[in-house]
């Protein structure tokens, strides 16, 4: 017959050791790709891909990136080093941008980044 006493101490020793199970690191960089909603190829431009996260403020930028598109491309790698305690939150996220030479904002996309190190962006076209 077991007693409230071991029932206790059964569920305190299965605490403790749910607590010191090793947890998985997270990836030093973020990997992903860049598409084109409808899967066309990615227009001549800039892409900036920033890291960022509203939930420390306005303008929070972590890290960023920049990455030219020839304009002959259907998906484009890129590479992003997550900065030093930066964890995984609700709110950070990777925002991609496109802008023609002069400027023009063409297309736009974001994406939820989770503990993973692979996040991938699809960018809508910009309607004025």
């Known amino acids: 017959m077991t007693d409230r006493r071991t029932i206790l101490i059964a569920a305190g020793a299965a605490a403790v050791a749910a607590a010191s199970a090793p947890v998985a690191a997270q990836s030093a960089e973020i990997r ?39 304009g002959g491309s259907r998906t ?17 996220r ?9 400027g023009w904002l063409l297309a736009r996309g974001s994406s939820a980044v989770g503990a993973a190190a692979r996040v991938d962006v699809t960018l809508e076209p910009v309607a004025y």
Not at 77 to 83: I, Q
Request: hydrophobic share 45%.
């Open 32 to 70: 992903g790709a860049i598409t084109v909603a409808g899967g066309g190829v990615v227009p001549e431009g800039r892409v900036s891909i920033v890291l960022e996260d509203p939930g420390m403020g306005a303008g929070a930028r972590l890290a960023e990136t920049g990455i030219d598109s020839d």
């Open 94 to 102: 990777l925002v991609a941008r496109l802008e023609r030479a002069d």
């Open 76 to 92: 484009i790698a890129f590479t992003l080093s997550r900065p030093p305690g930066v964890a995984a939150s609700p709110t950070l």
